[in-house]
Every structure is written in C-alpha cells, then in structure tokens.
C-alpha cells in the first residue's frame, strides 16, 4: 500500500450535517484530507494505550497547521473501559484545557474509542465537533459511520448513548496492517453484512474477493470498504434515529447479542458473535419461509472463509433460556417481544417479531 | 388557586419536535394536560427527596390510565448531587425495569431535577421521550422549557449535557404554595430577565404588577409565566442551538456564573447570582454608551422589589481576578475572551466581547 493512491469519497447525505468518509492507504499523510474540517483553537486526540503509539503522532503532525493547540488523551483498551470513568477523562482533559465550545475531537482508534469520543464529543458543553480516524476494520465499515455513540453500563451494553454525527470520517486503510489476523476476521462480519441485507450483488463479489480482502491487498479492500460504506451511508441517510430500514444493519446482531453477553464480554469478539449470529438469523429467516437452504449454506460458507465462527456456542456453555434472556434485555426489543431483522431474500432484510418456539427451534439447531 | 382555571398552552415551534408548555393552577389533577402524550408499556416519574413526598402522588394517578406501569426514582435534593452518580440511578432503574425505547421519563421537580431527567432521557438507549413538570418558578419560567440538559463536573457547572426537548411541558401554577419565598425570588430573576432582553412592554407590566406575582395571585401570576414562556419559546424556535439569539438568555448569567462559582454553588441560589449579575450587566451596557442610568435604576429597581441582592458579594470575599478567572472558564466564553450579553435598550440584546478594562471597572462599581 502507497499513499499515492487516490482517495475515493463516499458522502453521507444528512442535510445540515451532511459529511464524507474518505478512503484510502496512507491519508494519514495526505494533507488533503485534513483540510476543511471545522476550524478551532484547540483540537483533541482521543486513543487509547494500543493504537496511540502507533498512530497519534502522524495525526497530530496532520493536525498541526490547523489547530494552535493539539492535545492528547490516551485511553485504556478494550470494551471494559467503555465506561463512564475512562469517558470522564476525556471531560477532564478538556476542562483542564479550558477546551471551548468549537473543540473539535478526533478519535484514533477502533469502535470503543470511536463510541466514547463520539459521546464526549456529544455531550461536552452539549456539543462539539467530532472527526472520526478509525483504525480497526469493523470501525472502518461500520462504527465510525453512522452517528450512534455510547458507553457501557453494568446492566447494558450501549445503553447510555447519543446520536451524533462526525464531520468527516478518514479511513487510512494502512493502519490495518498493524491489526491482528483475528480483528480482521471480526471487521469483515460486518463488511459481509452489508451483502445479506441491501446488496446481493455485493455478496456475489465477496465470493470471488473475500481471500484478497482479508489479504489487505489494496485495490479489493479499498473496494470492499467503499461499498461497506455506501451502503450504510444510504441507510444511515434514510433512517438517522433508527424508526425503520437502521435497524436492519443489526441483522445477526439479536443472536450475537446473547453470545457476547451471555459468554461474558470480550470472549467473544463483536464480529466473531456478528458472524455466527448471521448465520443464526439466515437459519431463522430459512424457517420463517424466506429463504431457501441454498441461500443459508452460501452465508454459512462466506463466514467461514472470513475465519469467523458460523455456530453459537455449546448450549451447555449457555444455555436456550439464557440466549432468550440476553435477547429480551437487548436495546432493540420492545417490550419484552423477541424482534429480529430476517432475509426476505439475499439483499433484503425487515424487522419482524418471531414466536419465541422458532427461535428455541433455531437455536437448537445453529449452537452445539 | 383553583383547579377550574381553563389552562394557558404555549406552542413551542420546533418543526417536527414542536411542543406544547400547558400553564394553570391545579393541573397535577386536570386529565387534558395528560392526554396524548407519547405511548409506551411504561412511565418513570423522576423527582427529588422535598418534591416526591408533595407531589409524586398526585402525578402517579394522572398518568395511571396511560401506561402500564409507572416506576418512580427520588433524587437527594440539590444542585451538590447534579452529577454522574445520581444521574446513574436513573439509569440504574431503568434497565432494573427492563424499560425500552419507547419508555417516558417524567421530570417533577425544579431545575436539577429537570436537567438531570432531561439529560438521562437523552441518553438512555441513545434517547428517550420527556416530559417536564417543573414545581419551582425558576423551572417554569426557564430552565423546563427549550430543551437544555446537562449534570455538572467537578471543574464546571452544566458542562456535560445534551440538548432534548420535551414532549410536553406542564406547570401546575399550584404547586408554587409550597415554594419558600426565597426560591419564588429567584424564580423572578428569570421573569424580568425577559423584560430587559426582548419586552419591553413586559417590563413594564412587572413594574406594576410583580408584587402581585411576588403573592402568587393567580391572575397575575399566570400572566408572568405565560409571558415568560412566550419569550423563551420564541428565542428557541429562532435559534435552539444557541447560535445567535439564544445566548440573550444568558443576560446577566456571566456576572452571576462568577458569583456562584466564586462563592461556592449553593451559598448565592442561582437566581440570586442572576438578580445581581443582570444589574452588573446594566451597568456595563451603560458604560459601553448603549443605555442610559434612569435605564440602569429601573432595573435595580425591580430586582429589589423581587427580593434579590442587586449588588455582587464583597471583593474582598470575591476578588476582581476571581471574578475574571471564573467568567473565562464559563462555557459561554470563547477561546478566553471575555464576552457579555448587553443591552442596547430596554427590551433589545446582543452578545459581545468587552475589554477586561471596563468589566474590572464595572465589578469595582457594583461589588461592596
């Protein structure tokens, strides 16, 4: 990967607040993609412990000419420190700054730091302007985009959160070479996602491509990121606070839900959950009537070769009454109804309540 | 004050977010102001440890016949425990209750108690709806209506916050009878701030009238907060974000932050630190040449007649460079500029940056 490449733009329609996500190796180091941004006094780096050595020095040098004043908060890693203390340092930078009112925040890192300084930069003086450097893939495909933030609480994942959206999102595709084989796998649950739900023939060029983009070979990943992208720049542009057609980028996240909590956050990665539960979700959709078995097998596969799990966990380890109790808990029940996004074909997706017998029944045939 | 009073509405334009403030004694008990508001399983009433043993009752009945269940969360009073803890126990409620999306908090209380709701509704599950139902004067008059949340951090007031409408907003006139006099002067800082700002007809009505208001006699009382509702409700329609006009509700509130940081929260009530602060507000638009003195005296005048300090506290207690220090970490400033709301005429307000020179002239004329 060269910087020289240049840098596709895929832009998220959102009136007012209308950004674009760019795209390529090396805009860590291409000037152009810093310009333009809200203009400031003081601009914050948010990272964590991981990514920060790495990476936060090339964006500050970025950042340079355009703030006077650039600092840093370095954050614990991992999906335990999603937590109001850690989120209460970035608050206490910027207050010790006497950070103002145009701040402007950027998040270096993956999805927990890209959900915590997205909140803070939601709720710091109710409001200040957030730019999004994921460094993970799932962060590149998914989180970054989009506007949901949020912390953890203990009774919740997520559950204490804002809508609020970047004013730009820069994607250095070359920072994913210092990513873990592992992380790569999680991320490309999400980029396959996007195929089942909204564009079948994205799936079809997985098929041929998945090798190459888990190789990082840049002409597929490049490809592979935009239309992850695009397609969750239109949703997210039809639907910002989730009332419809949002919800639908949780397909197989129901049942991946209760493997990561029921599992204990983290034994689980989020994709590796996310790429199980697709699996799960295609198996309900198949009993619903939707789709037929060819079209389950054809997922199941494409998961396989992405290296991530394509069953849930052994029932023994958590049990059907216990994968039903994490799922009712979860943000996108109502109440108390077991909702779940199904396949109405491969790229279309709806939201629909399932009789708790068929998901007892889908469980028992998609866990060990 | 009866509970016949045909209640006063005041819209609140907000394009799909627009709202209504219902205004007249005795609607804890009148079933119109609880009629449509939005749907769901469940209601949470949120109020504090002086508020929920007067008045939690009376709401728990109102809205039985709506929703299936309402929970309830008393709050330790006071503006010490705005902070993450006590905002946690709503949280903590909540999911303990399993409340979805769809759940409605109802904040009954005055300003910590509506700011702290407001904000848990923000946040919970990314947002929630709201329902406001202020029992202080100063909750009625300002802080329940256009949409400001916030919980306070150690090193600022208000700085962690989110901006969210509520539903509705219902001001029981007669919850004021158990009000002591000391919070009804406070509230009256916020009623004639909106004379000399944006009505100057208001100002002059409350030259005749506030001892009458001050009494809480019904007719008078229910013009003083229909009218102040009025004027909020205009300015934040024209500007919720706080762009522009908005920042013309601060009037007198940076003389009055410096005040109560200085002193230490809670010695000054908030509005006694704006009674004071908008007569040191006065004064500085005089010696900026925008109003005269017989303008300044009016002003003094009235906010004597409300019961409040019209004078800052002794700068040997608070020095002119505390004074400074605190109004440059107000939230208010910008980049460490000193900026007021002043006035350039009874009834007209703009936001300015004013030389250190003249705000430490005006401090040494208006503080013993």
Redesign the interface.
Known sequence: MTAAAVPVQVPVELGDRRYTIWIAPGLLHEPAAWQGLPRA?TALIVSNDVVAPLYADALAAALASHYGQVGRVQLPDGEAHKD?PAL?RI??TL??D?A???TVLFALGGGVVGDMTGFAA??????VPLVQVPTTLLAQVDSSVGG???IN?P??KN?????HQPARVVCDLATLATLPAREISAGLAEVIKYGPIADAAFFDWLETHLDAVRALEPAALTHAVQRSCEVKARIVAADE?EAGQRAWLNFGHTFGHAIEAGMGWGAWLHGEAVGAGMCMAAELSRRLGLIDAATVARIIALVARAGLPTRGPALRELTIAAHLHHM??D?K????ALRFVVLTELGAARLQAVDEALVRETLAACCD
Do not use: E, P, S
């Not at 559950?159 to 809508?163: D, E, K, Q, R, V």
């Not at 029940?333 to 108390?336: L, N």
């Open positions: 006094a109001w209460n608050f206490d207050l010790a006497a103002d009112r145009d939601a709720c710091y003086m109710r409001g949901k933030t949020a609480h009774l919740g559950m204490i959160g804002a809508f606070r009712r808990v943000k029940a109502q109440a108390g």
